[in-house]
């Protein structure tokens, strides 16, 4: 299994579909903090998609990433690149998107901007925003996305619209993406396979995973009868762990699974680092896990899991 397996089983039942808006800063030429809200940032896949026109329309083939500061630019942004939010014969005009265009209006304007970002027809789910900054005139909206990108077998759509106070900054007129790594995450037997641990190392992270003890099938848990080596380092520092939870919600992302927060990501066990690589159990806050018994065996190593969260994860920077 790839890498869409290391996320295939990790949550029984997904969060549900309200995005809650999420607060972010970036800086500015000046140092200042850029405030700036992400209001509205979903992923659609093709039988979901919220223009009526979407993928089979020639008007809508390139991404759109644009700045509007006023509701006559919307509009015209809208009527230039097909979008129906403001047609009233369109299929979608009452969809979520089409209400929450056109709740920007005069007022809304008279103090605020509005960045639109469309990707359409992709052969891949959206990533996650991880900083948005005002630089030279521009907005700069930096991404975050596991170092392997896996296609999905259908297409996505996704928007996002940020918010942003007119004030803070000299005016904006365009819109600069970039995309940066947190690392890459592999599941525990894709990471032996590929090389990267070997099999004494799975055998010290079973050690550590079931504290001192090893499981055998048909027996339980039993004393090990050997001495794993120390876990170096013994503990995980701030920066590590943090980008460990970033790349763990950058492939939540990557596979469609975008309404997660960092706060919602917990680090169980950590068992060791080996050949640079972070041994690492986790868990998705709020995420119903199966109560069922799980095994796995790697390397001639038997893991035993108490529910379907059954992943050791090696995360490598």
Request: charged residues 25%; proline residues 2%.
């Amino acid at each position: 299994m790839k890498h869409r397996a290391v996320l295939s089983t990790v949550c029984v039942v997904l969060l549900t579909l309200a995005l809650l808006a999420l607060q972010g800063c970036g800086n500015s030429d000046s140092d200042a903090v850029f405030n700036y809200e992400i209001a509205y940032a979903q992923t659609f896949s093709d039988t979901e998609a919220p223009f009526d026109v979407g993928y089979v329309s020639s008007s809508i083939r390139s991404d759109l990433a644009a700045t509007v500061d006023s509701l006559s630019e919307l509009k015209s942004l809208c009527k230039e690149n097909g979008l129906p939010f403001y047609d009233e014969s369109s299929a979608n005009y009452d969809g979520e998107l089409s209400l929450k265009i056109r709740e920007y209006d005069e007022n809304y304007f008279r103090e605020k901007s509005l960045a639109l970002i469309f990707g359409f027809g992709k052969s891949y789910a959206t990533a996650r925003i991880e900083e948005v900054r005002s630089e030279s005139g521009a907005l700069k909206v930096t991404f975050s996305k596991p170092d392997v990108m896996f296609e999905v077998s259908f297409p996505h759509s996704f928007v996002y619209l940020i918010e942003y106070v007119k004030t803070q900054t000299e005016r904006i007129d365009r819109i600069e993406i970039d995309f940066v790594s947190n690392g890459t995450m592999y599941a525990l037997y894709d990471a032996y396979e590929r090389g990267l641990v070997s099999a004494e190392d799975v055998r010290n992270i079973g050690y550590y995973y079931h504290g001192g003890k090893v499981y055998v099938e048909g027996a339980g848990f039993k004393e090990a009868d050997f001495v794993a080596a120390p876990k170096t380092p013994g503990e995980l520092d701030r920066v590590t762990s943090e980008s460990v939870r970033r790349t763990y919600l950058d492939y939540l992302y990557y596979s469609g699974y975008g309404k997660n927060s960092l706060e919602d990501v917990t680090i169980d066990e950590y068992m060791g680092t080996y050949n640079g690589c972070v041994a690492v159990k986790l868990s998705l806050k709020n995420c119903m896990y199966l109560n069922v018994f799980v095994t796995q065996s790697v390397a001639g190593t038997t893991f035993a899991f108490p529910d379907s969260n059954a992943l050791i994860l090696l995360w490598q920077g």
